[in-house]
């Protein structure tokens, strides 16, 4: 089946540096990938959606300087958070969605922790 | 505007049934999916429902009436394991999955 991979799974960082955090689809072309954010006992919030080729669009409340999206190519989309502060500490997850999905339109990678001291 | 309305939390005893309701308010209707979420995990595809009527997947089933904007994932024989937030997620006209807040399943022994 359709697996996507997220890089890294657990990240600590200090205020005012920047994170990468990768996601691929490993064995499809996603031509989009989504980003979203999961406070604690919270819903998935999404983030922004990721274009090959194309600028993110990013949901409203969202700041694109902030967090960067590239997605380069038809298998890595990246969420760059810029200068982070410790309230962008929370769970990062991506998503792909495979051709042919229609069943099954998401497919995610196993998310990154984000904590920002 | 579009909603998705779940319970926040349930109970329920080892190797009964629980039924996890979700009804929704969507511009457009192109399928329901339920998702389950282990605590510090990301989501994990359970079942998916386009048509009205049940849909059986071992001890997980979905049910779905487009008319009433109703859902519902009915999870038999529970198992300890079963303990997670399930998740219900409409796609809109447009093709955008919009997520419920989850339902937190507590199964106690």
């Known amino acids: 089946g359709a697996v996507v991979s997220q890089h890294p799974s657990r990240v600590i960082c200090k205020s005012g540096t920047s994170v990468k955090i990768e996601c691929r689809s490993l064995d499809f072309q996603a031509t989009t990938m989504f980003w979203y954010r999961q406070f604690p006992k919270q819903s998935l919030m999404l983030m922004a959606t990721s274009n090959e080729g194309s600028k993110a669009t990013y949901e409203q409340g969202v700041e694109k300087d902030k967090f960067l999206i590239n997605h380069a190519s038809l298998t890595l989309s990246t969420l760059t958070v810029t200068s982070a502060h410790p309230e962008d500490s929370s769970f990062y997850i991506c998503?792909?969605?495979?051709?042919?999905?229609?069943?099954?339109?998401?497919?995610f990678g196993n998310g990154t922790r984000l904590t920002v001291t | 505007g579009q909603n998705i309305d779940q319970p926040t939390e349930m109970t329920a005893t080892e190797g009964a049934i629980v039924q996890i309701n979700c009804t929704y308010q969507?511009?457009?209707?192109?399928?329901l999916f339920w998702y389950q979420q282990h605590a510090g995990e990301a989501p994990t595809f359970l079942s998916y429902n386009v048509l009205d009527g049940l849909e059986e997947k071992g001890r997980f089933s979905s049910f779905l009436s487009r008319s009433k904007g109703y859902s519902y994932l009915l999870l038999k024989e529970l198992q300890m394991k079963d303990s997670a937030s399930y998740l219900c997620?409409?796609?809109?006209?447009?093709?955008?999955?919009?997520w419920g807040a989850g339902t937190k399943l507590i199964i106690k022994p």
């Open positions: 997620a409409v796609r809109d006209s447009n093709y955008q999955l919009i």
């Open positions: 998503s792909a969605s495979a051709p042919d999905s229609g069943s099954s339109p998401l497919h």
């Open positions: 969507t511009s457009g209707f192109n399928g």
